[in-house]
């Protein structure tokens, strides 16, 4: 139909499901307003330091924007 939009999500399957779970190099996390995904076994170490910059700064805004947010919103 004309004017209709869909969304479709798309997966990567990364092992199967013998193995989900025992893997300790991705970090993976979806909550629709907030996406991490991490595969530390394909970083270099100058990758992680960046990472850990960008993830620093992250932290930083969040908790001023905590602080400065309206105090009638719930958390």
Do not use: C, F
Request: glycine share 4%; no cysteine; net charge negative.
């Amino acid at each position: 139909m004309k004017g209709i939009s869909h969304s479709v999500a798309t997966y990567l399957v990364i092992d199967d499901y013998d193995n989900l779970g025992k893997s300790r190099d991705l970090i993976r996390e979806d909550y629709g307003t907030i996406k991490l995904d991490i595969n530390l076994e394909a970083m270099s170490a100058s990758e992680r330091s960046q990472a850990v910059a960008v993830l620093q700064r992250a932290v930083d805004r969040l908790s001023n924007a905590k602080q400065t947010a309206d105090p009638s919103m719930p958390e």
